[in-house]
């Protein structure tokens, strides 16, 4: 339940507050965007990435492809800051990871993992999470960022109508929609998307798309995908791959999806 979940979190804070350097409290606005610069890593004895350099430009949307193992998902934790690269650096707007507040940093981060976990309670608790600095204005704004605000609005008690257990009662895209307002109602500057929209139907995923494009104004977004309809909308393409990044060419990156 709720409760669980907060005294969840403000464990995990004690323990982030105390394990970490949290820098010099320098809190990057993402207004340039993100460079990984001669980054290598290891885990477990396996060399993960050797000399690896990124750029996630602000307000751009950036897809990372490539096959399981190639570690997609060890860049989004070396950018969230939860591992620290054995060589070479991470600067967001300039400033070095390890110079960060990065609680401060990762106040500024969306996300939306592949699987969505729905609490079998109202629209408008799992967009906020029972956080009571978050309003439900707060809500309506995620929710129409989010593209699902005219099917919530004509639901029969509105944000107030509960979802069913697990969001039975959406439908697998409207269940991502709900994932994303959850993404933005705390106002992130990084939106990072993991595989959000692998289970969706080729219709859900376009229109989603078609969502994220209109983000993308305003927000910085990272997204670890295979599906060639995100890949399209997307400024840039790396396919990560035995350690190394390859930039693609936008109009060729549909060929290299496998």
């Given amino acids: 339940g709720e409760s669980a979940y907060w005294s969840l979190q403000g464990s995990i804070d004690a323990a982030t507050a105390a394990a970490e350097h949290l820098g010099d409290g320098r809190a990057p606005s993402l207004e340039q965007g993100i460079r990984v610069e001669h ?8 060399q993960v990435f050797e000399d690896l350099s ?3 430009p602000a307000r751009t949307l950036t897809a990372l492809i490539g ?13 969230i800051g939860l591992v620290r690269p054995s060589a070479g650096e991470i600067f967001v707007d300039g400033i070095a990871m390890g110079e960060l507040d990065l609680r401060a940093w990762r106040s500024l981060i969306g996300y939306v993992p592949q699987d969505t976990v729905l609490l079998h309670d109202s629209v408008l608790h799992n967009v906020t999470l029972g ?19 005219d ?39 990084l939106l990072i998307l993991d595989e959000a929209t692998s289970a969706l139907d080729p219709v ?15 927000l910085t977004i990272l997204a670890i995908s295979h599906d060639s309809a ?3 909308i997307a400024d840039r393409v790396y396919e990560l791959a035995r350690g190394q990044a390859r930039l693609l060419e936008p109009q060729r990156s549909t060929v290299q999806i496998k």
Avoid at 67 to 79: E, F, Q, R
Avoid at 133 to 140: N, S
Wanted: net charge neutral; proline share 4%.
């Fill in 39 to 46: 980054l290598s890593f290891s885990y477990d004895q396996r």
């Fill in 204 to 218: 859900s995923e376009r229109e989603i798309c078609q969502t994220l494009v209109g983000l993308k104004n305003d």
């Fill in 131 to 149: 956080d009571t600095a978050l309003t439900p204005a707060d809500a309506e704004n995620a929710l129409r960022a989010a593209g699902i605000w």
């Fill in 67 to 79: 096959p399981s193992g190639a570690g997609k998902t060890t860049v989004i934790d070396l950018v």
């Fill in 54 to 56: 990124l750029e996630f």
């Fill in 151 to 189: 099917f919530v609005a004509a639901l029969p008690e509105g944000m107030n109508t509960l979802v069913g257990e697990r969001g039975g009662k959406l439908s697998g895209g409207q269940r991502q929609r709900v994932a994303i307002a959850r993404a933005l109602v705390s106002k992130p500057r």
């Fill in 230 to 232: 995100l890949v399209d």
